[in-house]
């Protein structure tokens, strides 16, 4: 993919801490701001409810079973 330069203006304590945790995390700044950016945007989220639905729905019944079926709100609750 192109890349594009973005120039942003931010205080020298948004600037630092940017550094810093780029830094600790072993990426550039650049990375890190892109990083930021699609978090923000939802990619990273829908992968973590993807990755949640599945996870809820492989332990449903280990969830049932140690705090019971309570249907309140759901389709079967409201009949």
């Known amino acids: 993919m192109a890349k594009t330069q973005l120039n942003v203006r931010v205080d020298e304590g948004t600037a630092r801490a940017a550094r810093e945790r780029a830094l600790a995390r072993g990426i550039s700044v650049n990375r890190y701001i892109e990083e930021l950016v699609r978090q923000d945007t939802g ?31 759901t389709r079967e609750g409201r009949r």
């Open 43 to 73: 990619e990273a989220g829908r992968a973590f409810v993807e990755a949640a639905a599945d996870f809820m729905k492989q332990y449903e019944s280990v969830f049932a079973e140690e705090f019971g079926r309570d249907t309140e709100g």
